[in-house]
Antibody, heavy 118, light 107 residues
Framework: EVQLVQSGAEVKKPGESLKVSCKGS????????IGWVRQMPGKGLEWMGI????????RYSPSFQGQVTISADKYISTAYLQWSSLKASDTAMYYC???????????WGQGTLVTVSS | EIVMTQSPATLSVSPGERATLSCRAS??????FAWYQQKPGQAPRLLIY???IRATGIPARFSGSESGTEFTLTISSLQSEDFALYYC?????????FGQGTKVEIK
């Protein structure tokens, strides 16, 4: 069974750094793209970026390029989403997703709520 | 970037009635298209992918169709558990993009 298990909720102050994680299991982690979707409070879904753990090829949505860093450690089947300096506007739910591909369905993590407040 | 435009923003429907949701892509996405349902406090749930393939466990009252760059989700007879937010998504080109959502509410 494919599972994506995300790290727990975080409460941070503006300017702090943060790295959230997503551990994949039940499939070959290096053979599928994995990425992050943001959902701000009361708003819609936005793809942030994706990474192919097999070769670390990483792609960002233009809105998020330079704002976050996506990485993966293929040896522990874990993907990461990282901020160097959080802003209040980063307050959101973040979902780890193995995206749809051809006729293969997608898989979603349970979400990590990030709250940034002074 | 491919822009996905959903309509209407809100759909008011009585239980048992048919609901028709639309999504238009700004350029061709072929059949690399999906519909999701989201309820408060939950992650999105995949309903339809490949434009018309029901995901595992999705009731037959949900169906998807495509005509060029226009996609339709039909719920044949709304049940109480179907009142929720619905999003479309294209996964043909990166960045993958979602529509802004359609809220299906009880009339």
């Amino acid at each position: 069974e494919v599972q994506l298990v995300q790290s727990g909720a975080e409460v941070k102050k503006p300017g702090e750094s943060l790295k959230v994680s997503c551990k994949g299991s039940g499939y070959s982690f290096t053979s599928y793209w994995i990425g992050w979707v943001r959902q701000m409070p009361g708003k819609g879904l936005e793809w942030m970026g994706i990474i192919y753990p097999g070769d670390s090829d990483t792609r960002y949505s233009p809105s998020f390029q330079g704002q976050v860093t996506i990485s993966a450690d293929k040896y522990i089947s874990t993907a990461y989403l990282q901020w160097s300096s959080l802003k209040a506007s980063d307050t959101a739910m973040y979902y780890c997703v193995r995206p749809l591909s051809g006729i293969e369905v997608d898989y979603w993590g349970q979400g990590t709520l990030v709250t940034v407040s002074s | 970037e491919i822009v996905m435009t959903q309509s209407p923003a809100t759909l008011s429907v009585s239980p048992g009635e048919r609901a028709t949701l639309s999504c238009r892509a700004s350029q061709s996405v072929s059949s690399n298209f999906a519909w999701y349902q989201q309820k408060p406090g939950q992650a999105p749930r995949l309903l339809i992918y490949g434009a018309a393939i029901r995901a595992t466990g999705i009731p037959a009252r949900f169906s998807g169709s495509e005509s060029g760059t226009e996609f339709t989700l039909t719920i044949s007879s709304l049940q109480s558990e179907d009142f929720a937010l619905y999003y479309c998504q294209q996964y043909k080109n990166w960045p993958y993009t979602f529509g802004q959502g359609t809220k299906v509410e009880i009339k």
